[in-house]
């Protein structure tokens, strides 16, 4: 028999200065989340850490600034404000290296707020569309607070937990955050159709979510027997997974399934993954790890970036010292493809940003964060082409990023080069 109680019941556990882990991604738990901040009167100092977050945020509203704190492990758009503004922190921090903040008490939790699904015939939960850091943050949380939600899909892998782990059980339906992209623009498939020219038959793919990925995914319709280890999934594997494209038969790890550590993306998206033992939701830890990304062959990893440098160091959490995202798990997966038997790590990016700002630049913006730096780099692309960085010198790394670059700003940037490097390469009329 499952004893639910009340949410303005359980969320009496939160103390005043206590830290709270918030359950990111589409599993964002609103409902505990609101009833906590109806007792804001009561509470001082509360921090709550959490990946990003999906839908509203109350508690970053101006007036709650006393009484809750953001110490984001990266930056969704609900919480930048804050960050930016001074209200909240950011923790840079390898997606695969969270757990470990749990775990070795870097991060101690005094309550997990957690969003799972209905106990099944056996009594057992599922935390669906988001396992990633959540094992870690219930394991070691004095308080694990689960909203049981029916529309959570139930997923199959590391996130089935027995409903008596809970310390409390609120029941409660809501709909999942969805997420989702517009009509592709011409720039996104061109930048998708060079990055699928670089996949080959029978590779491991990995990609987030956004234009680019799904333009890179829309463009891979006549390859053969690709495989998955991603650490998150949208809607744009669907139509690859059902049309045989993807097989997952060459894997070295979990052969035959396609492996994520989180979803996130439309209903559709949602109740593909119901109960569907083709799909393995596994913990970060274990799903970025670089030895297990490595295992799979032609580990073909596809990410994006702000800005790039002419050297090739990659910005892709940050504009200058305005905090916009976070690291994620990019290292983790720009190394394991590199590492891997035939991988290709790839940079992906428009060369202009919306106000026509060259995104490849001679230096990057004062107090921007290098994520992956040039010695990790080997792949940048654009809708110009692609630019392979690996083994080349400064001055070849230069002249190849300046050949995909926006021919509006080449000359610009053939000049930045000429002055740094003072090679015959960049010389021209102008000079």
Do not use: W
Not at 196 to 204: D, F, I, K
């Amino acid at each position: 028999m499952i004893n639910y109680i009340s949410g303005e019941e359980a969320v009496k556990v939160i103390k005043s200065g206590d830290r709270v882990f918030v359950h990111g991604g589409a599993a964002t738990p609103h409902y505990l989340l609101r009833k906590m901040v109806e007792r804001s009167a009561e509470l001082y100092d509360v921090e709550l850490v959490s990946i990003s977050l999906q839908g509203e945020a109350p508690f970053a509203d101006k007036k709650y600034k006393d009484n809750f704190r953001i110490n984001a492990l990266f930056v969704s758009e609900n919480v930048r404000e804050a960050v930016n503004d001074g209200r909240g922190d950011y923790i840079p921090v390898f997606l695969s290296e969270i757990p470990k903040l749990f775990s070795r008490n870097v991060l101690p939790v005094d309550v997990a707020l957690i969003h799972v699904s209905p106990p099944d015939k056996h009594g057992y939960c599922s935390l669906g569309v988001s396992v990633d850091t959540v094992i870690s943050a219930m394991k070691y949380a004095k308080h694990v607070i689960a909203q049981v939600n029916p529309r959570m899909p139930r997923t199959l892998g590391d996130g089935i937990v027995k409903a008596d782990y809970f310390d409390a059980l609120v029941y409660h339906e809501q709909e999942l955050p969805e997420v989702g992209n517009g009509p592709l623009s011409e720039i996104s498939m061109r930048i998708g159709q060079h990055c699928a020219e670089l996949v080959e038959n029978g590779a491991t793919i990995q990609m987030g979510i956004g234009s680019i990925p799904d333009a890179v995914l829309a463009s891979l319709g006549n390859h053969k027997e690709l495989g998955v280890h991603t650490e998150m999934f949208s809607d744009g594997l669907i139509p690859l997974i059902q049309s045989g494209v993807v097989t997952n038969e060459h894997k070295k790890k979990h052969r035959g399934k396609v492996v994520t550590s989180f979803v996130l993306g439309s209903r559709k998206l949602y109740d593909f993954i119901d109960d569907n033992p083709s799909i393995s939701v596994l913990r970060v830890d274990y799903v970025n790890d670089t030895s297990v990304i490595r295992s799979n062959p032609k580990v073909t990893a596809i990410n994006s970036a702000i800005e790039v440098d002419i050297t090739g160091q990659i910005v892709s959490d940050s504009i200058g010292t305005y905090q916009y995202s976070g690291v994620g798990g990019q290292m983790d997966f720009m190394r394991g493809a590199s590492l891997s038997e035939g991988g290709k790590p790839i940079i992906a990016l428009p060369s202009v940003s919306s106000k026509g700002t060259s995104k490849i630049v001679p230096l990057l913006k004062a107090g921007a964060g290098v994520v992956t730096t040039r010695a990790h780099a080997h792949y940048v692309v654009t809708e110009y082409g692609v630019a392979n960085l690996y083994g080349q010198n400064m001055r070849q790394r230069a002249k190849a990023l300046i050949e995909i670059a926006h021919p509006n700003h080449r000359e610009m940037l053939e000049k930045a080069a000429f002055e740094r490097f003072k090679s015959y390469q960049f010389e021209t009329t102008q000079y």
